[in-house]
Structure formats: C-alpha cells, structure tokens
C-alpha cells in the first residue's frame, strides 16, 4: 500500500451534512491531495475540477448522489492543497492527464466512471481516448470535453507560454504572496469567477487559502494563469474524440461557459456531431457554469441515472471486486 493516509474531516451545506475523508498521495514533487466519499468497495467514480477551482466544487453534489458510490475528487497539481509543479515546469493537459493515471493506478482502479467540470472535463475526454479500456462512463459538466485551438494560433500559444515562463522563473527572487483579509479573498474569487454563489465561494476557498501572519493567501500556483504551451486543432480534436468508447453525457449549462467564451467558428458544430456520432447524450439544463456546486440539486439525479448500471454485467465491471488502496 502506498503511504497515504485519509483525515476525517466534515462540511455543511444547505442541502446536507456528509463526512469526507482526505485524500492524500505522495508524487515525486510532493502530493496530491484532494476529497473522499463513500465506502472503499463503492462504484468507483472520479470526480475532477475545473482550471483554478479545486475538489470543493463537488462538495454540494456528492452528497445528493447515491451514497454506496465511492468517489474521488482530486486537487490537480497547483490547485487547492496539492503540491505545485516543480520549478520551471509547465501546466499542460497532457500532464494533467498523466495525474489522473497517477491516481487511478494508487487506487488500483481498472474500470472506473469520471465526472469532469470544465477543464476537468476535457482532462476527462483526453484521459477516456488516451485509456479507453478504463472509463466505462463519463459525464462532461459544461464543456465540450475538448478545447482545440486554430492552426495558426498554435505556435504563438506555445511562444507566449514559453516566454512567459522564463520571464516567470527570472522575478523568482522579487515575487511576494500577497495577503487578503478572508473578505477580501473571497471577493477576489467572486470577481474571477461571477457565477459563484457566496456559499460556493465559500466552500471553495476551504481549500482555495491558506492562513498567514496577517491574513490569508491563495494556495494555486500562479503558473497555472500562464498560456497553455501544447495544444490541439480541430482535426487532431476530432480524432482522438473518436477513441472514446466510453458512455458520453455532455451535461450543459443555459447561462454555463459557452454563453461567454466562443470557439472558433464551425468548431463547436463538429465537435457535438462527432460526440453525436459516438451517439453521446446531450442534455441542457437552468444554470451557470457552477450550476453543480450552486444548485447541485438540477443535476444530481440526471447524472445518476445516466451512471446508474443497467445490467448484471456491467455492474459486475465497475464495482464488483474494486477496492480502493488509498
């Protein structure tokens, strides 16, 4: 068994009270932290966050999900309570993914479900084309489960990022973490992120900050505002979305991520038609980006259902001998 442990630790919301214990793994720059729930032997179900949220953005939903279920929400690297990437490394998806293999193979998990939000969901596509013999089901919570970039941005992306970075690791020596009163952090979170409600806000900054002499400071790393420097295009998208055999649910929001932020022009069409092709379900609800941690309560039993196993056999492949390590 890996050296892990798990903390109990509690959390209230205004739907309920339910224990979940830390999740804690050593990686060969620190740990990765992040949130348990239900018992070791449950369906096993990963659970991963959007760009600077953390695992708190699943604390209202879990618990109105069936309780014999074991998920796991991580912290990814440079979020939440989880170590940063060494110095002068960059946050890129394809590491995001190799995280996830990270933990998935700690666990021991072979066939597992993944509910991804936003940038956890397209960590979530890339991961279920990359290991498609291990994602039985996932459910994409506003996003399209892939982000592709124009051909002709691509390098100036990756120039940018470059850039970026060394200009980054040269201030090293002159950068100062800036200390907010709780307010002031909280209203700092709310501004970055206007779809939170001031309970979300408030569930996320459990994990968001940390208590200095004198206030508090945001835990993610800063690097994780930096230009992504690998990317993919539409064509490379579409391919390795037809990897997928997984079960697909694209779970969007009315007032979610793609009422503000557009893709390039035709991108979004092909995208759904190729998941339609993969004959995925589609499904809009009342909401906002955080509509999963602001009223948990729309989705909850939609992603259920869409999870729930329909057969002996299937049952048997996602639950039957599983047990967690950690």
Same mark, same amino acid.
């Given at each position: 068994?890996?050296?892990?442990?798990?903390?109990?630790?509690?959390? @209230?919301?205004?739907?309920?009270?339910?224990?979940?214990?830390?999740?804690?793994?050593?990686?060969?720059?620190?740990?990765?932290?992040?949130?348990?729930?239900?018992?070791?032997?449950?369906?096993?179900?990963?659970?991963?966050?959007?760009?600077?949220?953390?695992?708190?953005?699943?604390?209202?939903?879990?618990?109105?999900?069936?309780?014999?279920?074991?998920?796991?929400?991580?912290?990814?690297?440079?979020?939440?309570?989880?170590?940063?990437?060494?110095?002068?490394?960059?946050?890129?998806?394809?590491?995001? *993914?190799?995280?996830?293999?990270?933990?998935?193979?700690? &666990?021991?998990?072979?066939?597992?479900?993944?509910?991804?939000?936003?940038?956890?969901?397209?960590?979530?596509?890339?991961?279920?084309?990359?290991?498609?013999?291990? *994602?039985?089901?996932?459910?994409?919570?506003?996003?399209?489960?892939?982000?592709?970039?124009?051909?002709?941005?691509?390098?100036?992306?990756?120039?940018?990022?470059?850039?970026?970075?060394?200009?980054?690791?040269?201030?090293?020596?002159?950068?100062?973490?800036?200390?907010?009163?709780?307010?002031?952090?909280?209203?700092? $979170?709310?501004?970055?992120?206007?779809? &939170?409600?001031?309970?979300?806000?408030?569930? $996320?900054?459990?994990?968001?900050?940390?208590?200095? !002499?004198?206030?508090? *400071?945001?835990?993610?790393?800063?690097?994780?505002? &930096?230009?992504?420097?690998?990317?993919?295009?539409?064509?490379?998208?579409?391919?390795?979305?037809?990897?997928?055999?997984?079960?697909?649910?694209?779970?969007?929001?009315?007032?979610?991520?793609?009422?503000?932020?557009?893709?390039? !022009?035709?991108?979004?069409?092909?995208?759904?038609?190729?998941?339609?092709? +993969?004959?995925?379900?589609?499904?809009?609800?009342?909401?906002?980006?955080?509509?999963?941690?602001?009223?948990?309560?729309?989705?909850?039993?939609?992603?259920? !259902?869409? $999870? +729930?196993?329909?057969?002996?056999?299937? @049952?048997?492949?996602?639950?039957?001998?599983?047990?967690?390590?950690?």
């Amino acid at each position: 068994m890996l050296p892990a442990f798990m903390s109990l630790r509690h959390f @209230t919301t205004t739907t309920m009270r339910r224990a979940a214990s830390e999740f804690r793994m050593p990686v060969p720059w620190g740990e990765l932290r992040g949130q348990v729930w239900g018992p070791s032997h449950g369906r096993p179900v990963l659970c991963l966050h959007g760009w600077a949220d953390n695992s708190g953005t699943f604390n209202t939903l879990v618990p109105l999900l069936p309780n014999d279920w074991r998920f796991v929400a991580i912290d990814f690297p440079g979020h939440g309570l989880s170590s940063h990437r060494p110095d002068g490394c960059f946050y890129t998806f394809p590491f995001y *993914v190799a995280d996830v293999r990270r933990v998935v193979e700690a &666990l021991q998990w072979k066939r597992f479900s993944i509910i991804g939000h936003s940038m956890g969901g397209n960590v979530a596509g890339m991961f279920s084309a990359l290991y498609p013999e291990m *994602v039985d089901s996932v459910v994409l919570l506003d996003t399209y489960g892939f982000l592709p970039t124009e051909v002709t941005d691509m390098f100036s992306n990756m120039r940018k990022g470059i850039n970026d970075q060394i200009q980054y690791d040269k201030m090293a020596n002159e950068r100062k973490e800036r200390v907010y009163t709780y307010e002031k952090a909280k209203e700092r $979170l709310k501004v970055a992120n206007p779809s &939170l409600s001031d309970q979300s806000a408030d569930i $996320l900054l459990e994990r968001a900050i940390r208590e200095v !002499d004198g206030g508090f *400071v945001f835990t993610r790393d800063f690097r994780i505002n &930096l230009k992504n420097i690998i990317n993919i295009n539409i064509d490379q998208c579409l391919h390795v979305l037809s990897q997928v055999k997984a079960k697909v649910m694209l779970l969007l929001a009315k007032d979610g991520l793609f009422k503000t932020f557009t893709l390039p !022009d035709g991108y979004a069409d092909k995208i759904c038609k190729s998941w339609t092709d +993969q004959k995925a379900t589609f499904v809009e609800v009342e909401g906002d980006h955080h509509v999963h941690l602001n009223n948990p309560e729309i989705v909850s039993s939609i992603i259920t !259902d869409f $999870l +729930q196993p329909h057969s002996p056999d299937q @049952t048997e492949s996602q639950s039957g001998n599983q047990t967690s390590r950690l």
